[in-house]
């Protein structure tokens, strides 16, 4: 049975100016391939990313195709992304998974009109294995296969969680043979050199922060896959697929000290050669293994993303983030003593947030963080954030393409949503300002100065001459029905592709 996995096309972060693979891709792929034909498309990466798609689907008719969510910004992009799909092959089977629609099935459901036929709600692999082979085998109930949200007869339906996969070790290496690995436009200039790529070691987390999709979506656990399994794929990515650098995507990846250890002894023992690893930590576990920073200095941690939130404890109780700012503070120094760069995440927008509390962001960024950064407070749907937001009639904003972190949701108590986001802007200006040119010329790592000038380079294109930067291949999905008088008529019937070929052939001549 032939199997698309996609990632639908959509924008890229321009804060970013890059992208990569999402890594529910290869996982899924990897799981699936030995007993179904599968195809992976990472849409985004595509020459021409919706018409790629639309004539994928019509030369191949895929049986089912399944797509992932992985933010829900771009949950429109998926109810677009099935629309087309059913255009051109109705009887495609079109599931979603991820994080969001984990979270919010019964509306994907009903807001895609019956293009989307199942969500796989949470851990994917098994539910999906079980769902593809009931419709290879043609049945029409799907009410025993654990962890699937559908609509049957405009009800809805929910089969139950199922149980998580205890041994991630027994799950396949990720096939990344799915994907064109030398697309140039892999990569995260913003942080990183080229070549990167995403690699998940663990899934979930087990604390509570309340506006956190992935804490609700994994209900508070953590399980890890050993620091072997670990450095197997990243001396895969080194080795064969030339990748020079590696972004984490653990929501902690330092949690398990054992395998921290293990994972140093391993890199080590390999001699891999990697300069450039980039990790989510909570602070606590920096404190904790400072004995081992050197070390993973050593085998190619470069840089440590920590959730700050707020240089306030008030608001850090608030979202029950599980350590204080004296704590981010000790692991802010030893990081910088170590020589790992420290890229302070802080939110700005709670209901608590004052001029007072962004003014002491400002103070805290300035001082400790290379690479402080802010992003708004966001009522993610499924959260407990969402539901006190919801419930205090906060939510102002229900444009999901606006839950980006840079678009203000909600007011504070003090402050108006437009004076949240001037000044989550003003924190950039006023916190890089001149020394974002002086490091981007003279500081001594070069990591400092390739992220200040692209830095600069962003802040002037952004907020100077107002031209945000969009991806050169980017085309909405609206643009493209538009292209060429595209309706549901032409691309069923496959008129708009006859189209095309005329005027290739026209312009050829």
């Not at 179904?36 to 919706?50: A, K, N, Q, T």
């Not at 987390?205 to 050993?226: I, K």
């Amino acid at each position: 049975m032939k199997v698309f996995l996609i990632d639908p096309p959509h924008k890229i972060w321009s804060e970013m100016r890059g992208w990569v693979p999402a890594p529910a891709l290869t996982a899924l792929g990897a799981y699936l391939e030995k007993d179904f034909d599968i195809r992976v498309l990472d849409c985004s990466v595509m020459e021409h990313p919706w018409r790629d798609l639309e004539e994928a689907v019509r030369e191949e008719k895929p049986e089912v195709v399944g797509i992932t969510t992985i933010a829900l910004m771009f949950y429109y992009d998926t109810l677009n992304a099935a629309k087309l799909i059913k255009m051109v092959s109705p009887k495609t089977k079109v599931i979603v998974g991820g994080p969001d629609p984990s979270l919010i099935p019964e509306e994907f459901l009903r807001d895609a009109k019956g293009d989307i036929d199942f969500i796989v709600v949470g851990e994917g692999e098994i539910t999906a294995y079980e769902l593809l082979k009931a419709i290879e085998r043609k049945e029409k109930d799907f009410s025993k296969i654990k962890g699937l949200a559908y609509l049957e007869n405009d009800k809805y339906v929910y089969t139950g969680d199922r149980e998580f996969i205890k041994d991630l070790d027994s799950l396949p290496m990720p096939a990344y043979h799915f994907l064109p690995m030398d697309n140039p436009m892999y990569g995260i200039p913003a942080f990183m050199p080229p070549h990167t790529v995403t690699i998940c070691t663990s899934r979930g987390c087990p604390y509570r922060c309340t506006f956190c999709t992935q804490t609700v979506m994994w209900r508070h656990t953590w399980r890890g896959r050993s620091a072997k399994k670990v450095v197997d794929e990243i001396e895969l990515l080194v080795t064969k697929y030339k990748k020079r650098a590696i972004l984490v995507g653990d929501n902690d990846f330092l949690i398990n000290r054992k395998r921290n250890i293990e994972f140093c002894d391993e890199m080590e023992k390999r001699k891999i050669k990697i300069d450039h690893i980039w990790v989510q930590a909570n602070p606590a576990h920096i404190i904790r293994d400072k004995n081992l920073l050197t070390r993973f200095k050593k085998v190619g941690i470069f840089m440590t993303l920590l959730g700050t939130e707020s240089a306030t404890q008030k608001i850090v109780d608030k979202y029950h983030k599980p350590m204080g700012v004296e704590q981010n503070i000790e692991a802010f120094k030893l990081l910088r003593k170590n020589k790992i760069l420290v890229l302070a995440s802080m939110m700005i927008g709670g209901e608590y947030e004052t001029i007072e509390t962004i003014n002491e962001m400002a103070r805290l960024g300035r001082k400790y963080g290379d690479f402080p950064t802010w992003a708004h407070a966001t009522p993610f749907p499924g959260t407990p954030y969402y539901e006190e937001c919801k419930k205090k009639g906060l939510i102002e904003v229900t444009d999901y393409r606006k839950y980006d972190w840079a678009s203000a949701i909600t007011p504070s108590r003090t402050l108006s949503r437009e004076e949240l986001e001037k000044l989550r802007i003003g924190l950039f200006q006023r916190v890089y300002g001149l020394r974002l040119f002086v490091k981007a010329f003279f500081s001594p790592n070069p990591n400092i100065r390739r992220y200040e000038r692209f830095a600069a380079n962003e802040w002037l294109a952004r907020q100077i001459f107002k031209r945000p930067w969009v991806a050169p291949n980017y085309q909405s999905f609206e643009d493209y029905m538009k292209e060429h008088g595209a309706t549901p008529h032409t691309i069923a019937s496959g008129e708009l592709r006859g189209r095309r070929n005329n005027t290739k052939q026209k312009n050829a001549k």
